[in-house]
C-alpha cells in the first residue's frame, strides 16, 4: 500500500467513526429524554455530550464501542444537575442522574 491508500482509509475510518457516532448520540439524546420524563424531571438543552469512548465486551463476548454521554436536567428549574448515559454499541446500557432536590 502506498501512502495515499493509508491515508484513504484513515480518513474512511473517521468519517465512518463520526456517522457512527452521530446516529449513536442520537438514540442517547432520546433515551435520556424518555428517562428524564419518567423521573419527573426536566431534560435541558435537547441533548447530549460526548464524554467518553473505550472498548468493551458485550454480553456474548464481542467487543464494541462504548459511548459516554452526559446530558443535564432540572427538577426545580432553578438548579442545573448531571445526568450521564451509557451506550454499548448502539444500545442503552445504564443512565443515571445525580441526586437532585424534589420541588
Known amino acids: 500500500m502506498n501512502d495515499s491508500t493509508v491515508v484513504l482509509l484513515f480518513l474512511g475510518l473517521l468519517g465512518w467513526l463520526w456517522w457512527d457516532s452521530r446516529g449513536v448520540a442520537e438514540r442517547a439524546t432520546v433515551a435520556a ?7 419527573g424531571v426536566s431534560f435541558l438543552n435537547d441533548t447530549v455530550a460526548w464524554q467518553k469512548l473505550r472498548l468493551k465486551r ?5 467487543m ?11 427538577s ?15 444500545r ?8 437532585f432536590r424534589i420541588s
Open 58 to 62: 458485550n454480553r456474548s463476548g464481542r
Open 33 to 39: 429524554r424518555n428517562y428524564c420524563n419518567n423521573a
Open 92 to 99: 442503552v446500557e445504564s443512565i443515571s442522574l445525580d441526586p
Open 64 to 74: 464494541q464501542l462504548q459511548r459516554t454521554y452526559f446530558f443535564e436536567f432540572a
Open 76 to 90: 426545580d428549574m432553578q438548579e442545573r444537575y448531571r445526568g450521564e448515559i451509557k451506550m454499548l454499541g448502539k
